[in-house]
């Protein structure tokens, strides 16, 4: 499970260990972890974030938030109660903010069997005190966290299954105190923050197309349907992959069945200035969900044992 949802940190969960790759621009091929966090014995891990210092993990399991030390020692453990008894269904999500002074958490409450709905949690990094807590009219199964790369806020995606995707924006105001917006969508999925921090790319819940927004304030940039990259939107479809190259070059992913009924995928660069779609991309990557792009026109596929692999376009 990579992720580079945190601008500052790339972060892996296999074999029973968390690691975390820095971010080094010269550094290309297979990675090597700058720091590892072993969770506890038993954990079933859904999430992991590990903070920008690299001294820090957290990681969530169905019913727990976990902040650790690289000895593996917990500095403290958040309770998501009561304990439910729902095995799947529900995978909460954790993210450190971007300065590391706190943690935020998702829980699918709902469909644990919690209440009505889901909540949104800000935790104090350093003891785990909760700073702010929303109750949110969402019924989620999972819910991924975006750091902004300059202002730090938070954005949240949050899938609620056939019902389709709600986005919410979290920030912490001049006072101290978080604060949240929803946006007015429940049909588009949060791919990507662009690197500059200036937009962000979404697909429709249906995959007919892919739009680009100013940030914060979500007014659509560019939106391109699936007929522009020249296929049949009855048999072609956006899928939920792709991101931001660079600030001004964004991958979109394209997905559909050959007449042999097998399953295909193509990406494509999109220049978000202009509109224009400048050609296919080299992902490298059988599975669409395995790139991983890092907005500095390098990205991440994986080695057959799952150890994260950078790529540049100059190489």
């Not at 479809?237 to 931001?244: C, I, L, N, T, V």
């Not at 969900?289 to 100059?314: C, E, I, K, Q």
Request: net charge negative.
């Amino acid at each position: 499970m990579i992720s580079v949802l945190h601008p500052k940190v790339i972060t892996d969960h296999r074999d029973g260990l968390i690691r975390a790759y820095a971010r080094d621009p010269g550094v290309l091929g297979v990675l090597e972890p700058v720091a590892e966090f072993r969770p506890a014995a038993g954990d079933e891990v859904v999430d992991v974030g590990v903070r920008p210092d690299l001294e820090r993990a957290v990681y969530a399991t169905a019913n727990s938030v976990t902040c650790l030390t690289r000895s593996g020692d917990p500095v403290w453990t958040s309770y998501l109660e009561p304990r439910s008894d729902e095995r799947y269904g529900h995978r909460p999500g954790c993210s450190w903010s971007l300065d590391g002074r706190t943690v935020w958490v998702y829980r699918p409450d709902a469909m644990a069997g919690r209440g009505r709905w889901d909540h949104w949690v800000v935790h104090d990094a350093d003891n785990g005190a909760v700073l702010a807590s929303w109750e949110l009219e969402t019924v989620g199964h999972g819910g991924e966290h975006h750091v902004h790369p300059v202002d730090g806020s938070i954005y949240l995606d949050i899938g609620e299954g056939q019902d389709g995707s709600v986005i919410l924006r979290g920030t912490v105001g001049p006072d101290g105190e978080p604060r949240f917006v929803t946006y007015p969508w429940d049909d588009r999925i949060l791919i990507g923050l662009a690197p500059d921090g200036g937009q962000f790319m979404t697909v429709d819940h249906g995959q007919a197309d892919v739009a680009f927004h100013h940030a914060p304030g979500g007014d659509v940039i560019l939106s391109l349907s699936v007929d522009a990259f020249g296929f049949d939107p009855e048999e072609t479809f956006m899928e939920w992959s792709g991101g931001y190259l660079t600030p001004d070059l964004a991958v979109v992913t394209v997905v559909g069945e050959g007449d042999d009924q097998e399953e295909w995928s193509r990406h494509y660069v999109v220049d978000v200035r202009t509109g224009r779609i400048d050609g296919e991309f080299a992902a490298e990557v059988a599975n669409p969900y395995h790139l991983h792009l890092l907005g500095d026109s390098t990205w991440l596929t994986g080695d057959p044992g799952g150890h994260p692999v950078r790529r540049s376009r100059a190489r």
